[in-house]
C-alpha cells in the first residue's frame, strides 16, 4: 500500500511513516481492526479533511483511539438533538485526516454516511464473528416492556442499524447461536434506522453473555420480569 502524505485545509501534514504503514498492514489482519470497523460502522462521520468518531459513551471512543495509531487527541463537545436544539448533550470525539488508511481501507469495504439509505455490511476480508459482537455490544437498547391486558413484563433487546447490517447480524446469531430468525423492523421517525426485536427470557441472556455487554447483564439480571399481582 502507498505511504499517503497529503496537506489539507488542516494547518498540519499528514505524515504515516514506513513504522506506522507496517503496524497497519498488520492490524487490518487482526481481531483489533474488525472492532474499530464496527466502532465505525456504528459512530463514524467524515468532513471534509477529516474522518471522526462521535459517542455519548466516552469508553467507546476511548477504545478506538486506542485501537487505531495516529488520531487525535481525545475530547468533548456539545451537539444537539435534531429534532430539538434546545436539548444539548454531551459527545466524546476522536477524529483523524481524512487521508489516514484506516480511512482510506473502511471506504473501500463499503463505508458510507449515516445519512445514506442502507449502509451496507462491510466487504472485503475481516474478523466477521468479532465485528458482528462489538456492533451488537455497542449498539444495542436493553429495557423492559409491560402488558396490561395480561399484567406482564417481559425484557426487550433491539439492536439497530440498516436492513443490509441487520439482516447479517440476524444471520449470524442464527448460525451461530441457534436463536431464532427475527423480522428487521421500522422505527417511525426514520426510514433509515431499524431494528431487531429480542424479547425471549431465554435469548436475550444468551446474546448478551456471547457479545459480553457486562453492563446489560447486569441491567437484565435486575430488571423485575413476569406477571404481576
Request: with cysteine; hydrophobic share 35%.
Amino acid at each position: 500500500m502507498e505511504l499517503p502524505s497529503f496537506p489539507s485545509k488542516n494547518p498540519h501534514l499528514f505524515i504515516f511513516a514506513e513504522e506506522d504503514m507496517k503496524w497497519f498492514e498488520d492490524f487490518i489482519k487482526s481481531k483489533e481492526f474488525a472492532e474499530a470497523l464496527a466502532i465505525v460502522w456504528c459512530y463514524g462521520t467524515l468532513s471534509v479533511d477529516s474522518f471522526t468518531v462521535r459517542c455519548k459513551n466516552r469508553s467507546i471512543v476511548a477504545r478506538f483511539k486506542e485501537l487505531v495509531r495516529k488520531t487525535r487527541p481525545l475530547r468533548s463537545q456539545t451537539a444537539y438533538i435534531q429534532s430539538d436544539k434546545n436539548k444539548p448533550y454531551d459527545q466524546w470525539v476522536c477524529s483523524m485526516h481524512y487521508m489516514h488508511p484506516f480511512v482510506l481501507q473502511i471506504k473501500n469495504m463499503g463505508w458510507v454516511p449515516i445519512t445514506y439509505e442502507d449502509k451496507p455490511y462491510p466487504t472485503g476480508e475481516f474478523d466477521d464473528e468479532t465485528f458482528v459482537k462489538t456492533y451488537i455490544k455497542i449498539h444495542h437498547a436493553l429495557d423492559s416492556s409491560y402488558s396490561k391486558k395480561i399484567k406482564y413484563t417481559r425484557p426487550r433487546l433491539r439492536i439497530h442499524g440498516t436492513d443490509n447490517v441487520l439482516e447479517k447480524i440476524n444471520n449470524h446469531l442464527i448460525g451461530n447461536l441457534k436463536i431464532g430468525k427475527k423480522k428487521i423492523q421500522k422505527i417511525n421517525i426514520s426510514n433509515k434506522t431499524k431494528y431487531l426485536q429480542y424479547t425471549s427470557k431465554i435469548e436475550i441472556p444468551i446474546i448478551l453473555e456471547y457479545v459480553q455487554a457486562q453492563e446489560s447483564i447486569e441491567k437484565y439480571n435486575s430488571l423485575k420480569l413476569g406477571y404481576s399481582p
